[in-house]
Nanobody, 124 residues
């Protein structure tokens, strides 16, 4: 069982940056692939990025490539999402996710564990 707690969301102006953190419980964090999804009002949940258990492989949605960076610190049981050059279209609730298999899946159904979400609002 893995419990995920996100932090770092907030209000930022267009062009600004935010860093989200996701702290995971349990002693097996390093065995899990981690990722981030987001959901804007009235829209379906969408894949943002994922990282393999070792951190060697990273996957990004086209919409965030070159602007967002995922990383993890297995010693701290934490995964990070650095978001730069934010625009109003990035406004959403961001969810941290985890799964046992590192395959870069973009389907929400593929992920076993979800955090409660953190709101990111980008003003124009």
């Amino acid at each position: 069982q893995v419990q995920l707690v996100e932090s770092g969301g907030g209000l930022v102006q267009a062009g600004g940056s935010l860093r989200l953190s996701c702290a995971a419980s349990g002693r097996t964090f390093s065995r899990y692939a981690m990722g981030w999804f987001r959901q804007a009002p009235g829209k379906e949940r969408e894949f943002v990025t994922a990282i393999s258990s070792s951190g060697a492989y990273k996957y990004y949605a086209d919409s965030v490539k070159g602007r967002f960076t995922i990383s993890r610190d297995n010693a701290k049981n934490t995964v990070y999402l650095q978001m730069n050059s934010l625009n109003p279209e990035d406004t959403a609730v961001y969810y941290c996710v985890a799964k046992r298999v590192s395959d870069g899946s973009t389907s929400p159904a593929a992920y076993d564990y979800w955090g409660q979400g953190t709101q990111v609002t980008v003003s124009s």
